[in-house]
C-alpha cells in the first residue's frame, strides 16, 4: 500500500496550492481519505477528509472555507485545493488513508511521505 503526496511549495499569503495524493497498491473505495498536517513543534492535525465512494468530506475548524477536497477514482486521486493561504498554514502536509470516519491521525492506518507547505508573509 501507498500514498503518494505531492504538490507542496512555497507560497505567498493569499495565494493557492492544490495538493494530490495518489493511491496504490489496494483497492480504497471503502475507505476515508485525510488530510493532515504537521507544523513544527506542534501536534498532527485533521485537515479534511472525503469517502472515496463519495457521500461526505469533513473539515478541520481553521479550513472556514478556504479548503477544498476532492477525488478522481479514475485516477485513484485525491486533491486538497487550499486557497487564501496564511503564514500559519505553514506546515508539513499528510495523506493518510482509514477504514473508518475519523479526524483523529493516529486512528489512520496508512500514510504517505508529507509535502511542505510554506507560506509566506
Known amino acids: 500500500v501507498q500514498l503518494q503526496a505531492s504538490g507542496g511549495g512555497l507560497v505567498q499569503a493569499g495565494g493557492s496550492l492544490r495538493l494530490s495524493c495518489v493511491a496504490s497498491?489496494?483497492?480504497?473505495?471503502?475507505?476515508?481519505m485525510g488530510w493532515f498536517r504537521q507544523a513544527p513543534g506542534k501536534e498532527r492535525e485533521f485537515v479534511a477528509s472525503i469517502r472515496w465512494s463519495g457521500g461526505y468530506a469533513d473539515y478541520g475548524d481553521f479550513v472556514k472555507g478556504r479548503f477544498a477536497i476532492s477525488r478522481d477514482n479514475a485516477k485513484n486521486t485525491v486533491y486538497l485545493q487550499m486557497n487564501s493561504l496564511k503564514p500559519e498554514d505553514t506546515a508539513v502536509y499528510y495523506c493518510?488513508?482509514?477504514?473508518?470516519?475519523?479526524?483523529?491521525?493516529?486512528?489512520?492506518?496508512?500514510w504517505g511521505q508529507g509535502t511542505q507547505v510554506t507560506v509566506s508573509s
Open positions: 493518510a488513508a482509514d477504514g473508518s470516519r475519523s479526524v483523529d491521525w493516529r486512528e489512520y492506518d496508512y
Open positions: 497498491g489496494r483497492t480504497f473505495v471503502s475507505y476515508v
